[in-house]
């Protein structure tokens, strides 16, 4: 959101814990810059219908019981014309994958086994109420009503793995199997 301000976007913001939206007003003061950032719901949106030209949001709309309202919300806010830019965590990722492997055979992430819902909830924190991750044809049926839906996959850089072995996981599986599902499309 930072990068779209200082790029001379009218910024507004919108989280579920206060806290998160007392980092963003101050991250926003440190530089200098306006923002309205505030308490909402994602699937209850506190904006007019056809008040903005682009929609951003990275690595939210999964953790909302109601996805599809999200989206549908994303939809009634963006202008006719508008940009959605959306990440969703992917479902069939390699992330996913070695993830409940490792979890399966190693004692010290058991709690984070099980079903790919249980490991993705896991993935942003033991006490993570809810996560979930999506297919493409999923996210294609949830975002029927935009045009021209384009989606691309990438993976988080995993700490611990050198700068080359990162870079070659994004050439060579990443674009397919990374983790985060970008979707981008137009009201
Ligand atoms: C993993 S964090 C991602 C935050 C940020 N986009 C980032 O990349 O660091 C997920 C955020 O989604 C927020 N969230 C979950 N459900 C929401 C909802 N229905 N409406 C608004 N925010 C929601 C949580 O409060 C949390 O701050």
């Known amino acids: 959101m930072l990068q779209f301000a200082r790029g001379g976007a009218v910024v507004s913001a919108v989280d579920l814990t206060p806290r998160s939206i007392e980092l963003v007003q101050q991250r926003f003061r440190l530089y200098g810059l306006p923002v309205d950032a505030r308490v909402g719901d994602a699937e209850k949106l506190p904006f007019s219908d056809n008040s903005f030209d682009v929609v951003y949001s990275f690595g939210v709309l999964h953790h909302t019981p109601n996805t599809p ?3 549908s919300e994303v939809y009634r806010v963006l202008k006719p014309g508008g940009r959605a830019i959306i990440m969703l965590y992917h479902r069939h990722s390699m992330h ?3 993830g409940r492997a490792v979890a399966n055979i190693s ?4 709690t984070v086994s ?3 819902e249980n490991w993705v909830r896991a993935y942003d924190g033991s006490d993570n109420p809810l996560g979930k991750a999506y297919t493409r044809a999923e996210v294609r ?4 009503a935009f045009k021209d839906l384009r989606l691309s996959t990438v993976d988080p850089v995993r700490r611990g793995l050198s700068p080359s072995v990162n870079g070659l996981n994004q050439r060579l599986f990443a674009w397919w ?4 599902l970008v979707i981008k499309a137009i009201k």
């Not at 004692?107 to 058991?110: F, G, L, N, P, S």
């Not at 049926?141 to 029927?144: A, D, I």
């Not at 199997?177 to 985060?180: D, N, R, T």
């Open 69 to 71: 309202k999200a989206v």
């Open 141 to 144: 049926s949830m975002f029927r």
């Open 114 to 116: 099980g079903t790919v």
């Open 96 to 98: 996913v994958a070695i």
């Open 177 to 180: 199997w990374g983790f985060y």
């Open 107 to 110: 004692a010290k992430y058991r």
